[in-house]
Structures are given as C-alpha cells and as structure tokens.
C-alpha cells in the first residue's frame, strides 16, 4: 500500500451557515476573561503494616501529601482491593487449536490517558517484558511457557497484561493491556524463539574460553555498551507505563544482566529514577532457572583453556559472573519496590508474586498548588498521620505540564502522537471529512480524502509582519484484521502565509485539506488529527469506510463513489501544493482535469448561487465490448420530484481495460427553492438491462 503525496489546502466558497468555531474573528470587540486552570495529580500509595499486610480503612485524612515541600490538600482518596483467587479459563482455552493466532502484529505503543483520567480504575497492570537479547533460545520458549501458564490459570478478574519485547535493538509493544486471553497467548505463541542471537557477553576475563585464535578483539567494550542497550530498553518501556496514573508492573523476563565494574552504573541509575518516577516496579525473572552445572561450564561453552583452570580462577570467575549478574536483577527490583525471583525453576511464580503484590492500595488526588505549567519535576512526599511504622509504596514525583508556547519540536511531536493513541476523541477543533474511492486497475483504488476545518477556530499569529496560520496533520489507516495494523498514513505540518484580505476570509470561510492514498478492497478504519501550532489546540475524526471489490458487481453497474462540488479551482492558485509534480497528480487523481480540481463538498451544503458539479465513474470490466449508458440526475422533496435532468449518454472511455467511463454534471440549482433534498444519480445500461441508484441528502441555501 502507498500514500499518493498529493496535499492541497485551499479556501471554500461555502456559506457561512456552514461554519462553526470558537475563535472570535479579527476586529471583532473582545471582553476581558479570566481564566482559571488547575492540575489534578493522581498518586497511588501501596500502605502496609510491619508484617507486610496491607492497611485498609484509611481516609484522605490520614494522607500528609507535600510536594517541594509544600502541603497539599487531598481532595479525593479511593480504596482498590483487587482479587487475588485465578478466574476460570474458558473452555476454548483448553484446546489450542482453538485459539485465533492473529498472523499480523503491528508495532503499536502503550495508549496514554486522557488528563484527569483514570483509564483503568479497579484494574491490576502487568506488563510482561521479554529481554530477548538477554536469553539463549531455551531460556526465551521457558519464559514463554511460563507467561503462556499463567495466563491460561493465574489471571484473575482484575488484570490486564501488555507484552513488550527488546528486539532488534528497539522496544516493541505487541500488545496494549488488555483481558482478552486468546488475543494475548496468540501473540506470546507467534514470538519466534531464537531471535537476537550474538548479543551474548564474552567475559573478559578467567572464565573466557580458548576459541583458538591467536589474537582477538577485546569483547570489554562491546560488552558495556550492550548492558547500556538493554538499561536503556528498560528505561523506554518505563517512560511507555510512566503515562498511566495507575500502579503498574512490569515483569522481567531475561537470563541476568552483568554490570561492567563502574561503567553501567549511570544508565543503571536513570532507569531505576524513570521507573520511580512512572510509578513501575521491576520484577525481574531469571529465566535460567535454579542451575546447577560444573565448575567450568557446561558442554555449550568451550574450555578457558588457560592456567587458570588448573588454579581454580576459571571457575570462582564464572561463578562471579553469574551472580553478578543475578545482583543487578536484585538492584532492578529493589530499588523499585519489585522482587526477583531467583534459582527457580517455575517461572509463573514470579508473575505470581508481583500480581499479588498489588491487590490493595489507595487513589490519592489533588490539585497542586503549583499552578506553573514549566514542564519541571516536582518532588512528592506522602505520609500518615499518627502511623509511622507503615511502609508506603509510590511515585516519588511527577513532571508538570507545559504550556504550548514552551513545547520543544520533541514535545510537540509527543502531543500529536499521543492524542492519536486516545480512544477518546479530543474536540478542540471541528473536523468534518468525505471518503471517496476510484478504481485505478483491477486490483487498486485510489482513496481521495478531504478534510474541512472552520477557518475562525484556528489562530492568525504576527511573525516578520506578515501574517500566516501553521497546521499540522496526522493520520493513519488501519485494516480491519485484527484492528492494529497500519496499512499507511499521512503527516503534513503546513504553514500558510497570508495577505491582510485572505487573513480576515479565514475567519469566516473553512479551510480544506485533501491528500490521497491507493488502497485494496476491505473494510478500513481511518483517524485524523489537524492542531492548530499556534495554540496547540487539536481536533479528531475517525471513522470506518469500506471499498468494495468492484470486480465482483454482477447484478448492477459498478460505480466509483459520488463526488459533489460547488468549486473547481486551478492548481497553481492552491495556497498549499505538497505534490510539486502536477503532472502524476492528474495522472493519478481522477478529480484533476486539465489542470483544474474538482474539490468535494464534504457538508453537501450548496449555494443556489452557485452550480453544482457532479461526478462520479462507471465500470463496464465484465462486458466483451463497451456499451453506451445513460444516467441522468434527480432531486426530491418530501417524496416528490422537484427537478430532474435531461438523460445524457456517456460513450466516452478512460481506461479500455477497466472500461471506465466517466460520468460528470453540471448543475444550475437556481430553479430550486431553499431547503433540504434528497439527491439522487441513477446510471442505467440499456443494453446489458441494468440499473444503479446513489442518493444522499443536500442542503440548498441563498
């Protein structure tokens, strides 16, 4: 699949009736307004007893929250008690092949919260995370058994697991945190073992064994900088969890990590202070199980082959490097307030342990009274009133927000990517859009889209005296298999420069948007975001849309979708081209035409002033020869004919392989009182006895 890069931003000449917005229009008389905001900070406090046992009963009362220093007033503190006992699997889980293996897995990320939103109240997040560069092939299908296990008898009602995996020197995210049991073990069941191979450590030192050559590199550096790779894989995944508000877990998967004397020890820390802050705790799971082998290894290495073996330096080195390498799996949980399961053959155990290791705990919330938006960390301290013997468990301190204005190129791209993983659309700007396809061979479609925004909702800002208005676009497809897989997408950051006549037009005309992609027949899932640089303020569509096989229409004449316009408009006057190459636009894009484009009404709301342009394609592909049609154009009004064309005949040809003959309308609306229509085309061929209909509603006014 293939975006076609033809983007054209332009003004409409549609009514004002159309348009809607927030923004007040240049010169207009503005009132004075006092804006208030505040920043809701969620917390979660794990509160326990000296013996371990959770503490239950406790009100906001007994919560001292300060952060710098500063106290706080806690506004709301809720309970989460999650079960511990497994549910029962279903029965389709007991047979595998019964199990749906979803063949396509998207590289995806952990979706984000909305703010001032907890997106999985009353839910326990685990994140299972295999370091497949850290583990030899028969360690990474033990984890993966292990993981498959509990999933099939440990989950409990209240979980929700993601899989992550290090791979190919990137974080993956193969799944979002989800209950679905037959979604997750069909992925953990597609991970290839084996992956990743060659990252193994060569210890440089006794242990090493005699490979035969006379000289070789230093493995010491190689060495440093893979342990670096791994931390700061883990630091990725951290950062991923860290936008969740909820208590997470994040379990570890991986045969030991050995730090390299002092040269580790910093990444080490900033991925212990990343997984404070995100409020994640490591459980990490030695998937070498309890190993019992010789004192120079056993027959998968080969020999040191120095006098070291015959000293006993060889075999205290290899017994050093193992539990070295146990103790940074030690200092991963400790200090984030997980555990390591260590020398032990069941795997499941240590997912076990961190699932009941959440299973009480308190919501905190308030609002600080830090009302800067700098972007800083601010330092968190709770404690409890009167019981200075609990341990408590949670972030140490957050990141404040940032006002658009002191956004970094980095920040701004975050903001887009992150409101295109929200489930829930974000409305700031109004966003309408019109889906058409046009069958180019075959096999493809050409997918024309158009987005309209309110031009009087976007801000007008003053930069070397000239005024302009910067856009962003964002936006991707997504088959509908399995509904994770991009088939392709678009990103666009246009910045219009406009005269002091266009600038004042902006308020009180919309502005359009089009690009194209070639897609296969199926059925689609389409999301786009538009923002608006100068404010920050976004705005969300998404929809579904289906592009039916044309190839399999037998009982009526296939058609392309429907165009209607009000505008045809030259392409050297568009305000914004980013295809510089006309000449594969027009090639490409059926609505271009002798250097003129067919720009579609995505409201189908026409001025009576104006003329209406139809057009649309019909197929003939299953006919020996091409025969002509005729088709004609009628609109109705309360079920009666309120205007019908004269029938034209169409015998023109585009392409004499596909038999693609257009069909196109011109339209004087003049004649028809103000008011609402049901438009109808109707495409008939006489000779083959068929017959096709498209209606749709429209709009007149003055």
């Known amino acids: ?28 008389n503005g009132t004075a307004q006092i804006a208030v905001s505040t920043q809701l900070v969620v917390e979660t406090v794990v509160v326990k007893d000296k013996a371990g046992n959770p503490i239950e009963g406790l009100t906001a ?22 079960p511990e006992a497994p549910i029962a699997a279903p029965t389709t889980l007991s047979e595998p092949e019964n199990i749906t293996i979803y ?17 999985y109240k009353d839910r326990r997040l685990m994140a299972l995370y295999f370091d497949m560069t850290a583990m030899p092939p028969a360690d990474q299908l033990r984890s993966l058994v292990a993981a498959q296990k509990f999933i099939r008898r440990q989950m409990t009602s209240a979980d929700l697991i993601s899989i992550l995996r290090y791979s190919g020197g990137a974080v993956e995210v193969l799944q979002d945190f989800t209950d679905d049991r037959n979604r997750l073990l069909s992925i953990i069941e597609t991970m290839a073992v084996g992956e990743d191979q060659g990252w193994n450590e060569s210890p440089d030192d006794a242990s090493t064994s005699d490979v035969g050559a006379a000289f070789g590199q230093d493995d010491s550096e190689f060495n440093i900088f893979n342990t670096d790779r791994q931390l700061a894989a883990l630091q990725t995944a951290a950062k991923m969890l860290g936008q969740l508000s909820e208590k997470k877990s994040l379990v570890y998967f991986a ?120 972007g800083k960390f601010r330092r968190v301290n709770i ?15 957050y990141y404040a927000g940032k006002q658009f204005s002191k956004f970094t190129a980095t920040d701004k791209e975050r903001q887009l990517e992150d409101a295109l993983m929200l489930d829930d659309p974000i409305t700031e700007l109004t966003i309408a859009m019109e889906i058409d396809y046009f069958q180019l061979n075959r096999a493809e479609y050409f997918v024309p889209i158009v987005v309209k925004i309110p031009g009087r909702e976007l801000a007008i800002a003053k930069r070397g005296g000239a005024e302009r208005t910067v856009i962003d676009f964002i936006g991707e497809i997504k088959d509908d298999y399995g509904g994770s897989m991009t088939v392709t997408n678009v990103r666009d950051k246009v910045n219009i420069k406009l005269s002091d006549a266009t600038a004042i037009e902006l308020s009180r005309r919309p502005i359009e948007y089009d690009t194209g992609f070639t897609l296969l027949p199926g059925k689609y899932t389409i999301k786009f975001l538009a923002r608006d640089a100068e404010t920050g303020r976004i705005g969300t569509f998404q929809t579904t849309f289906v592009i039916p096989n044309l190839n399999k229409e037998e009982k009526r004449i296939p058609i392309s979708s429907v165009v209607l316009s009000s505008q045809r408009i030259d392409l050297k006057d568009a305000l914004y081209n980013a295809d510089k190459k006309k000449d594969k636009e027009e090639t490409v894009n059926p609505l271009v035409e002798n250097g003129q484009k067919l720009i579609p009404s995505v409201t189908r709301v026409f001025s009576k002033s104006r003329a209406m342009y139809v057009y649309l394609q019909a197929y003939e592909q299953a006919m020996q020869n091409t025969e002509p049609l005729v088709a004609f154009v009628s609109f109705y009004r309360a079920q009666t004919k ?28 003049d004649q028809l ?10 495409v008939l061929d006489p000779t083959g006895r068929k017959a096709t209909f498209w209606r749709a509603p429209v709009v007149l006014v003055p």
């Open 1 to 28: 699949m293939r975006p076609v890069i033809a983007a054209l931003l332009l003004w409409t000449l549609a009514a004002a009736a159309q348009q809607t917005g927030q923004n007040a229009p240049p010169g207009s």
């Open 61 to 82: 009362k007994d919560f001292i929250v300060t952060e710098n220093g500063i106290p706080q007033t806690v506004r709301f503190c809720e309970h989460q008690k999650l």
């Open 103 to 119: 063949h396509k897995l998207a590289m995806t990320r952990i979706s984000p919260e909305a703010p001032e939103k907890t997106r």
């Open 255 to 374: 045969s030991g990590l050995r730090l390299n004397s002092l040269n580790n020890q910093a990444q080490l820390h900033a991925t212990i202070d990343t997984a404070i802050r995100s409020g994640v705790s490591f459980w990490p799971i030695d998937a070498r199980g309890l190993v019992a082998q010789a004192p120079l290894g056993d027959a998968t290495i080969g020999s040191p082959g120095n006098i070291g073996m015959y000293t006993g330096a060889s075999a205290l080195a290899m017994t050093t490097n193992f539990q070295q390498s146990q103790d940074t799996l030690y200092a991963l949980a400790g200090d984030t307030g997980g555990k390591a399961l260590l020398d032990y053959n069941d795997l499941t155990r240590g997912i076990v342990e961190a699932q009941h290791a959440v299973s009480s705990y308190y919501i905190l919330g308030y609002y600080t009274s830090n009302s800067s938006q700098d």
């Open 383 to 397: 404690s409890l009133e009167g019981k200075l013997s609990a341990n408590l468990d949670y972030r140490h301190g």
């Open 642 to 669: 309120a205007l019908e064309t004269q029938p034209m005949k169409i015998v023109d040809v585009l392409n004499a392989r596909l038999k693609t003959m257009p069909l196109s309308f011109t339209i004087t609306l």
């Open 673 to 682: 009182p103000v008011g609402k229509y049901d438009f109808q085309v109707t």
